[in-house]
């Protein structure tokens, strides 16, 4: 077991960033000791050698994307070799963990779990009973998500595949290398759609500020000019949070950064911007979600569509780019909110500001959703496919599946052409005025609108 390549990390899909699922179980695997190997198969393929020396194959699933391809890893390894085990971890597994338990996993961890991956690890090797293991799920034995503080060490990131094959930050003087990092996992909120709330019940855990910077320094080491700050929300902890960018700008002054924050959070502590701003931030991801307060209601966002309003003015006196993201296919959305959508997106000045994918983005509910026991969800709820990861959901209103399958097609398509996001949002209105019967500005009104930006940007185009 700790021959190189005796245990085999994967990582599935992290957004387009050098995969924290990979470093952070190197990191705990080799102070104990071990040298596993590490692939992540959204950048390389997985080939049989790795897979044929493997007695325990760890694969990375924070989300349904990567859990969709870490199912197709898992069949490869179980045909390949047979008597490895196999431990998904992750949101997602957690979330599908009967499922997973049935078929393609023998173990799941999720939560604060590098440290049982480790004891994972040891009894595998020593022949013990994995039932002691701490929080295991098993095929006879489920057990919950770890919420105990770790003991943090420094992920470990030489092995993996150079940061300049993930995603790069895009601004108007060129592509600069980001790396990655977390300050804090878990949230405190417990948005009814999110994957965490099941997971860490409204329990957050802060990073401690020597092991972030000791990472951000290694990714400064490897070329990295920006830094991603991947916390569910980087304003969970603020004081955490200030502390350590101004720690970092004192030590990498020429950094900058960006990070993901609720609106509710960017309201509360508004007072914080221009500090973020100063220490280098350049733009803050945010869960806009949808400008319907019924929709932002059943969704339990803690926020209002004139609470987003608000935010955008604030942001604009702070000079700071918010990036919102969307989820505008939900039961309850209508024609007249997606069209308003578009208006205000326009209005305000935010075309360059959001990704076209994001238009396209429909509301997936797994096993364990919060939305699930909700009343508003019950006549619109389907039966849950297993190997979908997800249940099935149908609009009331036929036109808004119509609009989605359109939208879907046309963002994917102008992705594949590289087309400039003005130019795809364009299309996006035409599409919805056809099927919704709503006129779309013209032409020439909306390229004097639209004016073109350059917002900064990492090249990876899903936020969430």
């Known amino acids: 077991m700790r021959q190189p390549g005796g245990i085999l990390l994967v990582s599935c899909y992290e957004l387009g960033h050098q995969p924290l699922g990979l470093a952070l179980p190197l990191g705990f695997l080799e102070a ?21 020396s493997a007695r325990l194959a760890a694969l990375s699933v924070p989300m349904h994307t990567a859990l969709r391809l870490g199912v197709r890893v898992a069949g490869l390894i179980r045909q390949e070799n047979p008597s ?12 599908n963990a009967d499922y997973l338990l049935s078929g393609p996993a ?10 049982s991956l480790v004891d994972l690890a040891c009894s595998l090797e020593a022949g013990r009973d994995l039932s002691e293991v701490s929080g295991l799920s098993l095929p006879h034995r489920r057990a919950a998500p770890i919420r105990r503080r770790l003991r943090f060490v420094v992920p470990s990131r030489e092995r993996l595949r150079p940061l300049a094959n993930y995603a790069s930050l895009e601004e108007e003087s060129g592509i600069r290398i980001a790396g990655c990092v977390q300050a804090s996992r878990g949230c405190l909120h417990l948005c009814r759609h999110c ?5 860490y019940q409204g329990r957050f855990f802060v990073i401690p500020r020597e092991v972030v910077l000791a990472d951000i320094r290694r990714q400064v080491e490897l070329g990295a000019t920006h830094i991603t700050f991947g916390d569910p929300d980087f304003l969970n902890g603020p004081g955490h949070s200030l502390a350590l960018v101004a720690e970092m700008h004192r ?27 100063d220490a280098g931030c350049l733009f803050v991801v945010s869960a806009v979600e949808s400008l319907s307060d019924r929709v932002l209601n059943i969704l339990d966002k803690g926020h209002t569509r004139r609470d987003v309003e608000t935010v955008l003015d604030l942001f604009q006196s702070a000079r700071l780019t918010l990036r919102p993201s969307l989820v505008p296919f939900t039961p309850w959305s209508t024609p007249s909110d997606y069209s308003e959508l578009l208006d205000f997106v326009q209005e305000r000045d935010l075309v360059d500001a959001v990704e076209p994918v994001q238009f396209s983005v429909r509301r997936l509910i797994p096993p364990g959703s919060g939305l699930l026991d909700q ?21 009331p209103d036929e036109r808004m599946d119509r609009l989605h399958r359109r939208v879907s ?7 594949h052409r590289r087309e400039a996001s003005e130019e795809t949002f364009l299309r996006i209105r035409r599409i919805c005025s056809e099927i919704i019967g709503r006129t779309a500005p013209a032409a020439r009104s909306m390229t004097e609108t639209v004016l073109r930006r350059h917002v900064p ?7 969430c």
């Open 32 to 52: 104990a000791g071990f040298r596993p190997e590490a692939v992540d198969v959204s950048r390389e393929p997985l080939n049989r050698a790795r897979i044929a």
């Open 84 to 95: 490895c085990h196999i431990c998904l971890h992750g949101h997602y597994a957690a979330l």
């Open 106 to 115: 023998d173990s799941i961890l999720a939560g604060e779990c590098e440290a």
């Open 195 to 199: 994957p965490i709330p099941p997971v």
């Open 251 to 277: 030590l990498f002054p020429f950094l900058t950064f960006d990070f993901t924050a609720k609106i509710e959070h960017l309201l509360k502590h508004a007072s914080l911007l221009p500090k973020l701003k």
């Open 375 to 395: 009343p508003a969800m019950s006549p619109h709820l389907g039966a849950l496919v297993p190997e979908s990861f997800s249940y099935t959901w149908k609009h």
């Open 409 to 415: 097609s046309e963002v994917e398509q102008a992705a």
């Open 457 to 463: 940007r990492l090249t990876e185009s899903w936020f």
